[in-house]
């Protein structure tokens, strides 16, 4: 498996590369083409909120693989002005477009573990990851390519 | 984007580049656009029909099998990406829909508390009475901020301890009470919140029993929240719960004073 992917995102355009490595990294892990379109559009969403919030940022995706899982850890970080309430950010409902539910909260749902640590002036870092359980045959499969 | 037709054109074209090139950059305008159609409360039953049509319209242009497989397949990973937006909307309407049903079960719970409260305050058994409305009020603190334990605490060393018996009960119980008698102390209304991570508690906040005319009767305090950390809304509840009780405690005492006026109204001053 390859070693993590970062990607700078200093404008709208590096949301592209973000999703498109965020989606090959998915796939190659073995996630489905559903679970690869919510961890591309998570991955939109923490981007998008780095051009608009912070001006710049980094992204980083680490692929990690386990023995009875699989899963793709992501990384957003940015040295913006932080968020002043995390609660309200999060709290189903608020979001920049009105309260419909996107924005980190709506991330917050697509994945399977979330995390925001924020300081004001100093910047917000959100993580998260996603997993899936690998089931027997697919332990088997990955057992045999190891030996070869 | 303010109109269907702007949409259903947008839509077309971002997803005939799409058919043609393949490449993520159509892939971020299908997500864009699905974006604007959750803002612009565009029905998913008019993105599913308009999609069809225009799959259906590009597959019959196909001049192979291979060619109207391939178009078939990315219109479907275009699809996905325009109703993905949608996703995270449908699961916020989950939660808010839990939250819901969760303030609503809570409402009720305080009602039947008020009307329970009430009856145990004029209670004809006075020995009995200020026991049962201390066991009200910290069974249901306890219920309702979801915490391991409730301490009820009234001057005069009646205490009322609500939770699942444990190995570390004793410790808890010591705890409780050495926090109880902290807070009896304080005259100030405002609930005290603390978390001490250094004990066998994971959290806990109080509030004092104080009667409307300023008689204090004790403290209420919860501890061990089953999940989380106590949050500003079990604050509240706490305080108003506080309130309940002492109001009950407070009409027991009339109340046992109007039946045995030789009696010293309680709490003992």
């Known amino acids: 498996m390859s070693d993590e992917v970062r990607v700078a995102v200093e404008s709208d355009e590096d949301m592209l590369p973000a999703r498109a490595e965020a989606r090959s990294l998915a796939l190659r892990l073995g996630f489905s083409r559903t679970d690869a379109t919510l961890i591309a559009t998570a991955v939109s969403e923490v981007a998008r909120n780095i051009v608009v919030h912070a001006g710049c940022g980094e992204i980083t995706m680490s692929p990690v693989v386990e023995d009875g899982r699989y899963g793709l850890i992501v990384k957003a970080a940015d040295e913006g002005s932080g968020i002043r309430d995390i609660d309200a950010a999060l709290e189903h409902g608020y979001a920049s ?27 917000t870092t959100v993580t998260m990851a996603k997993w899936r359980v690998r089931d027997e045959l697919e332990r088997l499969r990955e057992k045999r390519r190891r030996s070869v | 984007m303010t109109s269907d037709t702007a949409f259903r054109s947008a839509y077309a074209s971002a997803l005939a580049a799409y058919l043609l090139d393949g490449d993520e950059a159509a892939l971020q305008k299908a997500y864009d656009l699905g974006r604007d159609a959750v803002s612009d ?15 259906a319209n590009a ?41 819901t049903l969760f303030e609503r079960k809570r409402a009720v719970m305080l009602r039947q508390l008020s009307t329970l409260l009430s009856d145990a305050s004029l209670a004809a058994d006075a020995a009995g009475q200020y026991e049962e409305v201390l066991r009200l009020a910290a069974d249901h603190a306890r219920e309702l901020t979801s915490a391991e334990w409730c301490l ?30 902290e807070a009896a102390v304080r005259s100030d209304r405002r609930p005290a919140v603390a978390a001490h991570a250094d004990d066998s508690s994971c959290g806990w906040i109080a ?4 009667a409307l005319d300023g008689t204090e009767y004790g403290s209420i305090h919860v501890a061990d929240k089953a999940a989380g950390e106590f949050t500003e809304a079990d604050n509240a509840l706490l305080v ?23 009696k010293k109204r309680y709490p003992s001053r």
Do not use: N, W
């Not at chain 2, 998913?44 to 225009?54: C, Q, V």
């Not at chain 2, 108003?240 to 030789?262: D, F, N, Q, V």
């Open chain 2, 240 to 262: 108003h719960i506080a309130e309940m009780t002492a109001a009950a405690l407070e009409r027991a005492s009339i109340y046992e004073h109007a039946r045995s006026p030789t």
């Open chain 1, 97 to 123: 477009r009105g309260g419909l539910g996107l924005g980190l909260s709506g991330v917050r749902r697509l994945m399977d573990e979330f995390d925001v640590q924020s300081q004001i002036d100093c910047g």
């Open chain 2, 41 to 55: 409360e565009i029905s998913l039953l008019e993105i599913g029909s308009l999609h069809h049509e225009l799959l």
């Open chain 2, 59 to 99: 597959v019959s242009r196909g001049t192979s099998a291979a060619e109207r497989h391939r178009m078939t397949r990315a219109a479907g990973e275009f699809l996905l990406e325009t109703l993905s937006p949608y996703e995270m909307v449908a699961r916020g309407f989950v939660d808010a829909r839990d939250a």
């Open chain 2, 207 to 210: 509030a004092p029993l104080t």
């Open chain 2, 152 to 181: 009820v605490a009234i001057r005069d060393g009646i205490e009322i301890l609500s939770g699942d018996a444990k190995d570390d009960a004793a410790d808890a119980r010591r705890h409780l009470v050495t926090l109880s008698r």
